[in-house]
């Protein structure tokens, strides 16, 4: 959910499937798009893949015949029902691949994204009779769909209860962890540290394209989506990796009632392409070039490089800065290139938002993540004529 | 939602993609199936369209690279920024092919099957600030997971209040009309018709294989599913047709909350598919065969023939009965031949449920729908090899 990000309000301006030409960012070149274009930053569509995988060619086809895979069901040996046995296979060969996360124990959820597994994460480990709702928190800054994934339905179960740091109510409480963190990058832990919590963490991002991977992490219940490592947003795959069987069992219960289980077509999806992913991934500076991490931390390196000499330049804004650490994928040391910038406003600019609406670029300001209005929270992994257009703009606020 | 219906508790016994031939049902003819396996009746998988979708071969066959559809957004024009519009198009399309309902002036919102679009409709229908929650009722015998969609995060906006032939509360209320009815077939309308109520009319089934299509219907909100009309419920596909925009846009905004959208994969193996039944239902008695409804409702009839013998024979059961009625799609008097037949245990059988179980034939109780347990759902859209599994263990029974 941390990465599962969209705009509601507002969309992305129009663009033609082929408007990413597969050429990497060549740096402050605007291709295709009007001067006076909106440029729609605020939620995080990661688009910037495309070249990737139209390099990749028929690789990653696939082909769904009319009379397959009717049925609602998957399987019928797994508590859940309806994870396709490929995508179960391949989630876990790319956390081996990737060393981010140990699999072994853990039982498997798939769901619409990891916005539905979140909230069957809430679902899944609140009390169903207990008279009060369960305090939801998480550290500021955090996700901004947070509180509403939290209080969408006034759920008597569980409610959200704000920023991590000042909670302070007794009992039994949820806390999301976001790592990296959504909206900025940095490396997280829980803050609450009480009996009773359950933590819960959000690890769309940690992937060795946004961050340094330190260890592989064996937390009680983590969440990943394909949106974020791959890039294959509109598939609305997410999993949980679940040590507790029985709150497994209860997310189980909880997709069935609502949604009776996921896409099968997007799970066989999403299974091909992360298996491609896992077998691509061990080899490194290959002239095939199909180790996506290595193509997604180039690119990233590069725009965070070029937004940091902007931001330099203009003196306007202030970039966090992320510490150089040892990357067990890459085998090197290496800083973190984050999906969003989480830029500050310098003195004298008290709304960051409306200081980018100025220039026609649509950012989510810093108080939707619970924080201050001084900060705004702008997307990395548009496409190349967005985060052109984005820099171009930025230079001319000087 | 009437339709989308499975199992959680148990799951259908073990059976290959292979395990029905192509061959219609041919009466009484067990293959495949040990004669002590357990035939689980009680969800309602609608795997019977098998051989129909074999027999089209690659028609409906889609392709999908790894390039497509990454993007979270499908449309920046429509209100429902997630669907597909070959989707909307396909939906258009068949209703206008079948005159099942009007979709003219109607906002089409995707799901990720109707389960989602139910609850979407709840949240969007229910005012978000009053103190107490909206009642949410159906007239008994209700689709059974009515109950459990309204109330699984004791939501502090809605909750279920039971039958609707009881319902005495005053104040607005929202009354699910399953028509025709899940799970005994019976056309149905509202049952409150008070001030303040909001009906939601789920017609899963008003499909010609299912009942005579007598008019186009026109209601204010209408939920449809791909998995009772053409039976690719592991695509997850609902939609809804929703007269008032706002109405359209607050579910729209549910979906957005609670998974970012609806699987891109799904929608445009559905759109492709909704299609070529749209295309083919236009043609009668074609050597072809590629006219769905033609095809399920002599499956449909055929089964329900057999299953009326058998009943007769044993002089244990009751069988509903439907009226003749004009068919305006098939301009022809027919009666309904329902998904589910809801079964009656005859005098001295308390528990119909148990009766079946005592024969490894796994039902639904009538307790579920809120009814009485000398009754059952035993589901009609299984494959070959379990239906006719079902008739010879109740032949048996004599």
Not at 7 to 16: D, I, K, L, M
Not at 177 to 196: E, L
Not at 362 to 386: H, I, N, Q, T, W
Request: proline share 6%.
């Amino acid at each position: 959910m941390g990465g599962t990000d969209q705009g509601r309000a507002t969309r992305r301006s129009p663009a033609t499937p082929n408007d990413t030409d597969g050429k990497e960012n060549g740096g402050g070149v605007t291709r295709n798009l009007p001067s006076d274009a909106v440029i729609n930053l605020d939620h995080g569509d990661p688009t910037m893949y495309e070249p990737f995988w139209r390099k990749l060619g028929d690789k990653c086809t696939i082909v769904i015949k009319g009379y397959e895979h009717l049925s609602y069901f998957s399987s019928n040996k797994n508590p859940c029902w309806f994870l396709e046995p490929k995508l179960e296979d391949s989630i876990r060969s790319l956390h081996g691949a990737v060393g981010n996360a140990e699999t072994d124990g853990y039982t498997i959820v798939v769901g619409t994204g990891s916005s539905q597994l979140l909230q069957s994460v809430l679902y899944a480990v609140s009390p169903p009779d207990q008279p009060n709702p369960m305090n939801v928190v998480s550290a500021a800054p955090y996700y901004s769909c947070y509180p509403e994934t939290a209080d969408i339905v006034r759920s008597g179960v569980y409610k959200w209860a704000g920023d991590a740091h000042g909670f302070d109510k007794d009992g039994p409480y949820i806390e999301f962890v976001t790592s990296p963190n959504n909206p900025n990058g940095v490396i997280r832990g829980p803050v609450v540290n009480r009996d009773g919590g359950i933590v819960v963490h959000d690890l769309a991002y940690y992937w060795p394209q946004y961050t340094p991977i330190t260890s592989s992490l064996d937390f009680d219940i983590m969440l990943f989506t394909a949106s974020k490592c791959t890039g294959h947003a509109g598939s609305r795959i997410g999993w949980a990796l679940v040590k507790d069987k029985d709150i497994a069992k209860r997310m189980v219960n909880f997709m069935t009632v609502t949604s009776i289980g996921v896409s099968k077509e997007s799970q066989l999806r999403v299974a091909k392409i992360l298996q491609v992913v896992a077998d691509g991934c061990k080899r490194f500076g290959s002239p095939d070039g199909d180790n996506l991490f290595e193509f997604g931390r180039n690119m990233m390196a590069k725009r965070w490089e070029i937004l940091r000499e902007t931001v330099k330049k203009t003196q306007m804004f202030t970039l966090p800065k992320y510490p150089l650490q040892h990357c067990n994928y890459f085998g090197d040391l290496t800083q973190a290139h984050p999906g969003f910038a989480w830029i500050k406003c310098n003195d004298g600019m008290e709304d960051c938002e409306e200081v980018f609406k100025g220039s026609k670029i649509l950012v989510r300001s810093g108080r939707r993540f619970g924080s201050d209005p001084g900060y705004a929270r702008v997307s990395m992994m548009s496409k190349d004529d967005e985060f052109n257009g984005f820099i171009d703009r930025l230079s001319s606020m000087i």
